[in-house]
Structure formats: C-alpha cells, structure tokens
C-alpha cells in the first residue's frame, strides 16, 4: 500500500490514502482476491519553494533555476526528493560531507496549493584525511589512483567521490 500511495503523491494527490487491502481468499478455487480501498482527494499544484540555506556555502539562487519541482506545476513527490538530494550535492560539493536537507509541506487544501520549505543543516566541514586501496592484486596502486579525483588534505566533494567511485 506504500507504493500505491507514492504512486498518488507523484501524481500531486498529497491527501491521497490507501488502506489495508482486503484478501479474499477461496480455497476450493485456489483463487484470491484482493481490494485496495483508495480516497485519493484532490490534486495539488506546487505554489512556492524556498530553501533555507547559509549563502556563504551556496547561494540559494544558484539551486532554484536546476530544481525538477516547478512552481505552477502538479506537485510531484519524486521530484522534489531528486530535488532535495540535489540540493545535499551542491552543499556536500563545499566540503559538507554530513549535510542534511530537510523538507516541509504547507498544504493550502482550500486551494489544493502546497509550498515545498527546504531547511539545509550543513553540519562541519570534512578534509580528506588518507586515500587507502585494498583489493587490487592485478592493477597498480598508482593506476588506480589517478582515476580517484579526491587526495588527502583536499576538502570533500560529493561529486568527486561518487565520480571516483564509479571509475
């Protein structure tokens, strides 16, 4: 029932509930049936999105222009948590390697309007202390290194690290 109900919140239907589902079972047949029981409610239009953020780490003015959720358009919850792990890389990215984004809804039902607040908590900045290898019997250290984008003493950087990872 979770996934139906992300299913709905993609759809911009935040009131959205599905309960239980009903199984009926008949043993002679081997033949089940099952009954979701939705109240979907109404759809909602994104009115407004603000992130709270130190702009000494990022301005926040810079992040609105990438976000996915538009403004005017139907709320869409896979959008916005795209949107709040974009906002963790782009203060990650400063070094902030603990940071956490956090999101609130303010649902206007008269109006079937929501506003998206986005509360940044950057946490301390992280330097690179060592870069250690295990693991490669085949391949050189330094081969290996040069693909690691991240050297100790450098600050840390999501993007390096992912990017990093995945070479």
Known sequence: SKRINELYYEKGYLDAQVKEPFLDIDFASNQAKLDFFIKEGEKYTTSGIKIYLDSTIVDPETIYPELKLIVGNTFNIKKLRADQDYIKTQVANQGYAFAEVKFDL?????????DVV????PGKKVYINDVKISGNTRT????????VFLAPGDLYNLTDFKDS???
């Open 118 to 121: 986005y509360s940044v908590i």
């Open 165 to 167: 990872t995945n070479k």
């Open 106 to 114: 303010k649902k206007n039902e008269a109006e079937r309007k929501v």
């Open 140 to 147: 050189l250290d330094r081969v290996i290194r040069r693909n």
